[in-house]
């Protein structure tokens, strides 16, 4: 098999329409098996984020394009096609003699190497001769990987596991030495064929697999016993992993890991520089200020920065709440049952915590309907000022073990009630990807007293394909106005169409026109049936914002 | 005499005064030619019918034989006069029997090509560049982005999809005239030697490629009650069937569709597809240019497709372009319409 770029683009190809897990699995595994060192070792780095090529920006690839075809010709295709980087890979003329062509097509790792050393003004030429060298798919993986726009539905998890499935390997075998090890993974991927040393887990700080919860059911009450379970609140912060440990040089190193095994330590230097215990905690990351409990919104302004800025850490400070134990010292807790963790995890923390980590609260109760009323208002009993920052509970049976991945019956996840608002359909724009040639993101408002409708959010999801195509077809039929890529639906008291919006919580904020901002806006149901008249008033979102802001500011 | 007063499109389809007659009518009318067998080309409930041998046993074949009153052969380079008009019928590529239609009156040569493509393809005559005046062309993939890749990759995707899943059952739509047909042939010179089931709306047009000279190899009928049993074969069937129950009673499908569309990623994510096969009966866009370039006509006539794109490049080349608005075209085969289903 040929192992440069367009092999890899044929694979990305492939797993971009495979919907199973264990179908993207065998492509992996295959992938794997064909392409030799290092290539397959930058693949493999690829799909579990280890690489960043995002160096281009739309702009340079619209202009090394309109440098070659005609805009009359391109602007068709590119309405056609819906995608830039599909459009340019696609109509990109292949030029006999052009300075790649009839060079080989370049590999992944000649890729990362050259976009390290190439500056900003060398990219245009460098970039047209890997497009000249290669086909359409690779042309548009290419794209897509240096536009950072590439998403094949592949998790670091799943490309691991694949990797695991060259051998007798499990997955977790490779999360255990994965933190230690450096591109491009030769001896990894020697020891998961079965003919290499296991590497050494070198890393005093290493990711151990999280544990998940499924969604708590209506039926599950009725099957599980309220004794065997603890609960305690589901924080709406970041889940992480805390992990530090001295190195063989006696140096401490301390990481923090999403719930997938990204390091994001980089993003809250000040939390992980606090951080100087032996083990591994789980918890919630969590911005608090003067002990309170800040919104996720808070939280989101320190996400994605390529800076923390002194300034940031000190205003928005982070924290943990513990949840659970791994590691204590050196001892694996993981195979002791909950109730003995959480001795350990209360007395790491008096220990270690400092003024960083403090212990997420188990709550009492006797009957899930004592459980349903705590949900139902946790600013009543002991969350106070931070109900709001609560998505729901966390039950967890007092035996379990900490197991990787989402084991049946032993966690589950309770989710507060959504609110609902009637919204009145305003504005629409088409899709991306898959959704292109649909109409499908909505923007939608609510009426206010002098009878003016004010757009309140924007949703993407909540629908069914099948509802979608409607919506898109009651867009087109009712379009008033064009702007760009965006129509005005018509909406007015007496015709237009209502949306049932769900969402999990809305806030004051002054980006916004309405004056509000919703989180997770979802079209939860399409009322054909209600009249425009009759959709909610701004006045309702006003009343839920007081009830929010006084439970906020109550004592 | 000039080039509209010989051919101009009417709401029938495209006319020619001087003989009286009409081109791939969409309506039944009294003289029809026919340029090729799919549906929106080949109607039934006309008077006379015009085509080649093969045209006219396919419209026998899907509409039984009384789909017109009286028929006529025509044979492929030979000139047929009718009133002051000389026609003649030649290799269009497309599919089994599909031919170009010459029309000649007054120092003037106009060819319709009906639907075309250059690409290589055992199961019909190749594209014949006929030099003419004005040149009526497709546009169903007129636009720089399609570009068809070579068919032989596309087959190895095929296989090697098989290879890797041999506990799932292969479902290919193709459309049941020419392009199933193609694609087992491109299968067959790939080495593939098994059994290739095929869904029984299909039979009978295989029947006839096959009593034409064109060997398929082993094909077998999908009897309802052997589905579940297909594991690790291909079947192939027509496009709407590969989402149906149908498909879905076929052990662990892996669904493919072959098609000119599935370079586009969002057409081929819209129908569900898992296994895009880009395989086309129609000329891509080089192909398009090129085609223009070797008639050497100064003149072109753009239909059913994406006619803007290609008016374009005509203007661009310093060819005179226009667009024919011809409707009704585009139901059968590939140049199918884009539509949003449903509404409350
Ligand atoms: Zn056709
Ligand atoms: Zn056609």
Redesign the pocket.
Same mark, same amino acid.
């Given at each position: 098999m040929r192992a440069d770029l367009n092999s890899f683009a044929w694979l990305l190809d492939r797993l971009a329409y495979e919907p199973r897990r264990n179908g993207k699995l065998a492509l992996i595994t295959d992938y794997f098996r064909q392409t030799p060192d290092p290539e397959r070792g930058f693949a493999l780095a690829a799909m579990t984020g280890q690489l960043t090529f995002a160096n281009a920006k739309a702009g340079l690839i619209r202009a090394l394009i309109a440098d070659r075809v005609d805009p009359e010709l391109f602007a068709l295709s590119y309405d056609y096609v819906g995608d830039l980087s599909e459009t340019v890979a696609l109509m990109w003329p292949v030029q006999h003699g052009g300075a790649g062509h009839n060079r080989p097509p370049p590999t992944l790792a000649d890729i990362v190497e050259a976009l390290a050393k190439t500056d900003k003004r060398a990219l245009p030429a460098l970039l047209a001769s890997w497009l000249d060298a290669l086909d359409e798919t690779g042309r548009w993986a290419l794209l897509k990987l240096i536009t950072g726009g590439l998403r094949i539905g592949v998790s670091a998890r799943l490309a691991k596991t694949a990797l695991a499935a060259l051998g007798n390997l499990q997955p977790d075998d490779i999360e255990e030495v994965w933190h230690g090890l450096e591109l491009p993974y030769a001896a990894l991927f020697a020891w998961a064929e079965g003919h290499g040393q296991k590497p050494e887990a070198s890393d005093p700080a290493p990711f151990r697999p999280a544990m998940l919860a499924h969604p708590l059911e209506d039926e599950d009450f009725d099957r599980l016993d309220p004794a065997d379970f603890t609960a305690e609140w589901k924080w709406d912060g970041i889940r992480v992993q805390a992990a530090s440990g001295l190195n063989a040089q006696g140096l401490r190193i301390t990481r923090l890991y999403s719930r997938t095994g990204e390091d994001i330590s980089g993003s809250f230097p000040d939390l992980a520089e606090r951080i100087a215990f032996d083990g591994a905690i789980d918890g919630e990351l969590l911005i608090l200020k003067d002990r309170r409990v800040q919104s996720f919104n808070v939280l989101q302004q320190r996400l994605n920065r390529k800076t923390v800025s002194a300034k940031l850490m000190a205003e928005h400070p982070a924290h943990i709440r513990a949840y659970d134990i791994l590691f204590d010292g050196t001892e694996d807790v993981r195979p002791l049952p909950l109730a003995e963790r959480r001795a350990r995890l209360e007395a790491f923390v008096a220990r270690h915590g400092g003024a960083r980590v403090d212990l997420s609260t188990q709550l009492s109760f006797d009957s899930w309907e004592a459980l349903a009323a705590c949900r139902a208002d946790p600013a009543s009993i002991g969350a106070g000022p931070d109900a709001d920052a609560i998505e729901g509970l966390m039950l967890k049976r007092r035996d379990a073990p900490y197991l990787p991945g989402r084991p049946k019956g032993l966690w589950y996840k309770w989710k507060r009630d959504p609110s609902l608002l009637d919204c009145v359909l305003m504005y629409a724009q088409r899709g991306h990807g898959k959704r292109s040639s649909f109409y499908s993101d909505f923007t939608f408002g609510c009426w206010r007293e002098d009878g003016v409708l004010v757009p309140v959010g924007k949703a993407y999801f909540g629908f069914t394909d099948e509802e979608l195509a409607q919506l898109d077809r009651f867009v087109r039929k009712n379009t008033i106005n064009r702007f760009g890529p965006v129509r005005e639906v018509m909406h007015s008291a007496e015709a237009g169409l209502v949306l049932e919006v769900a969402f999990e919580g809305i806030q004051r904020s002054a980006r916004h026109k309405s004056g509000v901002a919703m989180r997770f806006p979802r079209i939860s149901r399409i009322r054909w049936d209600k009249p425009t008249r009759e959709a909610d008033r701004m006045a309702t979102i006003e009343a839920m914002l007081t009830k929010i802001e006084a439970r906020a500011s109550a004592p | 005499m000039r080039p509209h007063e010989l051919l101009h499109p009417t709401p029938a389809g495209l006319y020619c005064p001087p003989a009286d007659l009409y081109i791939d009518p969409v309506r039944p009318v009294a003289r029809a030619l026919i340029t090729h067998g /799919?549906a !929106? /080309?080949a109607r039934a409930g006309h008077g006379a019918v015009l085509a080649t041998a093969e045209t006219l046993d396919i419209m026998s074949v899907r509409y039984g034989e009384n789909f017109t009153q009286s028929r006529q052969v025509a044979i492929l380079g030979e000139a047929i006069r009718i009133g002051s008009v000389s026609f003649s019928f030649h290799p269009a590529g497309h599919v089994l029997g599909s031919a170009q239609i010459a029309v000649e009156a007054g120092g003037i040569r106009i060819v319709a090509s009906? !639907?075309y493509k250059r690409a290589p393809d055992r199961t019909c005559r190749a594209f014949e560049p006929v030099r003419c005046d004005v040149f009526i062309t497709?546009a169903?993939f007129g636009l720089p982005v399609f570009r068809h890749p070579d068919t032989a990759g596309e087959v190895a995707k095929l296989l090697s999809s098989l290879a890797l899943f041999p506990e799932r059952c292969h479902v290919i739509g193709a459309y049941a005239l020419g392009k199933a047909q193609r694609l087992i042939a491109l299968i067959r010179d790939a080495g593939y030697e098994r059994p290739i089931y095929v869904h029984g709306a299909m039979e009978k047009l295989i029947a006839f490629y096959e009593s034409s000279g064109v060997p398929l190899g082993d094909i077998r009928k999908v009897a309802a009650a052997e589905r579940k049993t297909l594991k690790g074969e291909l079947v192939v069937c027509p496009p709407s069937a590969i989402q149906d129950l149908w498909a879905r009673q076929l052990p662990d499908p892996v669904t493919a569709f072959a098609s000119g569309w599935m370079r586009i990623r969002s057409r081929a994510r819209q129908k569900g597809v898992e296994l895009p096969l880009i395989v086309s009966d129609h000329a891509d866009w080089d192909d398009l240019c090129a085609t223009i370039r070797e008639v050497g006509a100064p003149e072109i006539w753009v239909t /059913?497709g994406q006619e803007d794109a290609l008016v374009r490049w005509c203007e661009l080349n310093g060819i005179r372009a226009r667009p024919l608005r011809l409707a009704g075209?585009?139901d059968d085969?590939e140049?199918e319409t884009e539509s949003v289903q449903a509404a409350p």
């Open positions: - | /799919h !929106d /080309h009906g !639907d497709e169903t /059913h075209y585009g085969g140049a």
